[in-house]
């Protein structure tokens, strides 16, 4: 038997999705993330897929992952230390950057520091024109010069972004190879090369995010693939891309910049997933890990795309999976400030020592303690698929730090613990929805990753949302999402043109040559020789604006050179988003965009058996809600057939998550086995 696996590999736990080819049935276990050694997850995990379903190494014919190894480097600062070589007189662009406070209602709020001090900047003669050509040759004793200081100043890696780079890389291609010549064992990225876009500061803080990351990045999957190695696994690894996509590891060694968001991006490509099979038209999925609560809006099963995503305090500036962390994960650690007022987040326990009830050492109280304390979780010998036995002692021992600091109860501090981290995501998704145009009053709530099926209902109840539904492996869905993602690259041109009969041309001429290299990249750098899909877009804006919106071509009207429909594209979304579009102007490509994709095939979710009525719980159990306690039916995932029906509240287990059903809920099991839970409460 073969099997495909997916692997998401988060602070606290390491997810696994497996799938089998022949029947595409999904199975799925967890085991505890190694920070301390980088890949010996995988070995665990392939050993326990060994026992539980009797897969070995030799069985895997395709391995893809997620990892949170290029966000948690920048996030936390422990990258490489950078020199930056910049066009002489523009070594302040990351000081300068756009000139945005944090926060515009905080006068005293202070812009991130940059992950290149500016003292570690160093100026370069020689310049491009705006359109390419050569104003000021490079001068080679320049470049010598600033390679003898950085190397006094201790730089680890030397990042070269040169003004209008992005029309002309010879003059930071020159550099390099003079840097190269003079410092072999230093390595040297150009901005060109990791991703050239229009305006400086953008291509340089993308490429400087890229360098930071790209040593440890490609230390890990060289670990990784010696781990896979040792495991028996013969499949090429690949890894999940920031833009949803997939790619090998051996490309992501050197285009780490790609993998900056790989993990978050999974988790939503396998939510969208769910919304196509539930039907749901709009819905925010809602990905609650150990460390950190991320949400993403899905219409028609789509996941949304965007540019100048942040990382941390730093915003890159490659197509991305559009992501926003709205606040705390399970493991994030609940303390009292000095002003007595309770605080959850943004320390997190990870997965050592982890939360308290988990036994591993740790002795400070974080959302899982609280809901473990609430007697939510550890009513089921099956969390973490049998990894953890929660101590529900020891979760009590270290909430009741907190109720002493509060001068509260045990429970009544844990179910403020959790109460605090519900009010803080809805602050930031209220943002979220009211910069989209969302309704929350007409969107589903998709809740996924161990802690996110405990925490949804009581959001979704919050936001007044409608519907929350619960896949079939929650815990596990960024790795299944791993597996459905295509084979996947993007590829940009910036050209400059106003959008008439004689750009049609060069806008031709142009797409083929991306179109070459997207067929090149995925059938001999990705061994692809499947069907291939091509989407054409490009940014535009009206003559004199400074910020562009992406419009999609349609092929046939690119192919007639039919104007007036590729001007459509970019009016059509223009009035989408600012309510207004004026057809009588000029409207002007910046760039030139191709997504290259080769699809993978979608696992199988079989249909469940039918039933009828209420089931019956397992048994009642004694839960802390709104209060007080109160009896809660404990109903178990695997038990539940299609189209029965159950009230809150409720607490529903399985080997991966637990599900909370706060009171004024009903939960029906669709023919797949999601729940799809709505609120009753004025009903």
């Given at each position: 038997?073969r ?12 997810d696994?999705a497996?799938?089998?080819?022949e029947?595409?049935e999904v ?14 997850e ?8 060994g ?11 395709y ?7 290029g966000?948690?480097t920048v ?8 020199a ?7 070594c ?12 515009m209602f905080?006068?005293l709020?202070q ?15 020689g310049?491009?024109?705006?359109d390419g ?6 001068n ?10 950085a ?5 680890e ?14 003059h930071?291609m020159a550099a ?11 390595p ?7 991703w ?5 500061f953008?291509?340089t ?10 040593p440890?990045?490609a ?10 190695k040792?495991?028996g696994?013969?499949?090429e690894?690949?890894v999940?891309?920031?833009n ?11 285009e780490?910049?790609?993998t ?5 991006a999974s988790?939503?490509i396998?939510a ?5 099979l539930?039907?749901?038209q ?6 609650v890990?150990?460390t ?6 899905i ?5 949304q ?17 559009s ?5 705390e ?5 609940a ?5 007595g007022?309770?605080k959850?987040g943004?320390?997190s326990a990870g997965?050592?020592?982890g ?7 740790g ?5 899982t303690?609280?809901?473990a304390v609430?007697g939510?979780?550890?009513q089921?010998?099956d ?5 953890v ?8 021992k ?6 002493d600091?509060?001068?509260?109860g ?13 009010s803080g995501?809805?602050v ?5 929805v ?21 925490m949804g ?18 815990g ?8 459905i993602?295509d ?7 910036t050209v400059?043109?106003?959008l ?8 031709r001429?142009t ?14 750098d ?6 291939v899909r091509i ?9 004199g604006?400074?910020?562009e919106?992406?419009?999609?071509f349609?092929?046939a ?6 104007v007036?429909?590729?001007?459509e ?10 309510g207004h579009a ?13 997504v ?6 979608a696992?199988?979710?079989p ?15 004694q ?5 007080g ?7 178990r995932?695997?038990a539940?057939?299609?189209?029965q029906e159950f009230d809150?509240p409720?607490?529903v287990?399985q ?7 706060p009171?004024?809920t009903?939960?029906s ?6 729940l ?5 409460r004025?009903?």
């Amino acid at each position: 038997m073969r099997h495909r696996v997916g692997v998401d590999i988060g602070g606290s736990f390491t997810d696994f999705a497996i799938v089998d080819e022949e029947t595409l049935e999904v199975r799925a276990l967890k085991v505890f993330s190694r920070p301390d050694r980088p890949g010996a997850e995988v070995i665990d995990g392939i050993n326990a897929a060994g026992k539980r379903y009797g897969i070995s190494g030799a069985d895997i014919s395709y391995f893809t992952h997620g990892t949170t190894v290029g966000v948690n480097t920048v996030i936390q600062r422990k990258g490489i230390k950078l020199a930056l070589f910049t066009t002489e007189n523009f070594c302040d662009v990351l000081e300068l950057g756009r000139l945005k406070l944090p926060s515009m209602f905080d006068l005293l709020s202070q812009r991130p520091q940059p992950l290149v001090s500016r003292d570690m900047v160093f100026g370069v003669r020689g310049r491009l024109r705006a359109d390419g050509s050569e104003f000021t040759a490079l001068n080679p004793a320049s470049v010598e010069a600033a390679v003898r200081a950085a190397e006094a100043a201790g730089a680890e890696g030397i990042v070269i972004s040169f003004l209008h780079s992005f029309r002309s890389d010879r003059h930071e291609m020159a550099a390099k190879r003079i840097v190269e010549r003079m410092v072999a064992d230093i390595p040297v990225f150009t901005s060109a090369e990791i991703w050239p876009i229009v305006r400086e500061f953008e291509r340089t803080t993308t490429a400087v995010i890229g360098s930071y990351v790209q040593p440890r990045v490609a230390h890990y999957f060289t670990s990784l693939q010696a781990a896979l190695k040792e495991a028996g696994v013969t499949a090429e690894a690949r890894v999940a891309k920031s833009n949803g996509g997939v790619m090998s590891v051996e490309q992501g060694k050197t285009e780490s910049v790609q993998t900056i968001l790989s993990g978050t991006a999974s988790g939503v490509i396998g939510a969208a997933f769910v919304a196509q099979l539930c039907g749901l038209q709009e819905c925010m999925s809602l990905d609650v890990g150990g460390t950190s609560a991320d949400v993403a809006l899905i219409v028609d099963g789509q996941p949304q795309y965007g540019i100048g995503e942040y990382i941390g305090d730093h915003q890159i500036h490659i197509p991305s999976v559009s992501v926003t962390s709205i606040g705390e994960g399970g493991g994030s650690i609940a303390w009292v400030d000095t002003l007595g007022v309770l605080k959850v987040g943004p320390e997190s326990a990870g997965s050592t020592p982890g939360p308290a009830c988990f036994g591993r050492g740790g002795e400070r109280a974080t959302i899982t303690d609280a809901f473990a304390v609430c007697g939510i979780v550890g009513q089921s010998s099956d969390f973490g698929y049998s990894a953890v036995k929660v101590d529900v002692e020891a979760a009590r021992k270290a909430v009741g730090v907190i109720a002493d600091q509060l001068s509260m109860g045990i429970e009544e501090a844990a179910e403020a613990i959790i109460k605090v981290a519900v009010s803080g995501m809805f602050v930031k998704v209220t943002g979220l929805v009211t910069r989209f145009g969302i309704d929350p009053r007409s969107t589903a709530m998709l809740p996924f990753g161990g802690a996110g099926p405990m925490m949804g209902c009581l959001l979704a109840r919050e936001m007044e949302m409608p519907e929350t539904v619960i896949p079939t492996v929650p815990g596990v869905l960024s790795a299944l999402g791993g597996l459905i993602a295509d084979l996947k690259n993007d590829f940009i041109k910036t050209v400059y043109l106003d959008l008439d009969a004689e750009a049609v041309p060069e806008i031709r001429e142009t797409f083929a040559a991306l179109r070459q290299g997207g067929e090149t990249w995925l059938r001999d750098d990705q061994g692809y020789d499947g069907e291939v899909r091509i989407v054409y877009s490009a940014d535009m804006r009206y003559r004199g604006q400074s910020f562009e919106v992406e419009g999609i071509f349609d092929p046939a009207a690119l192919e007639a050179g039919d104007v007036a429909a590729l001007a459509e594209a970019f009016h059509g979304e223009h009035e989408k988003l600012y309510g207004h579009a004026n057809r009588d102007e000029t409207v002007q490509i910046v760039n030139l965009r191709l997504v290259v994709a080769g699809r993978q095939p979608a696992p199988h979710l079989p249909l469940i058996e039918k039933g009828e009525g209420v089931p019956v719980p397992d048994r009642m159990v004694q839960c802390w809600i709104d209060g007080g306690w109160t009896d809660v039916g404990l109903f178990r995932r695997a038990a539940l057939l299609a189209d029965q029906e159950f009230d809150g509240p409720a607490i529903v287990v399985q080997d991966d998550t637990t599900v909370f059903m706060p009171s004024d809920t009903r939960a029906s099991v669709d023919a797949y086995g999601h729940l799809r839970i709505t609120q009753t409460r004025g009903h």
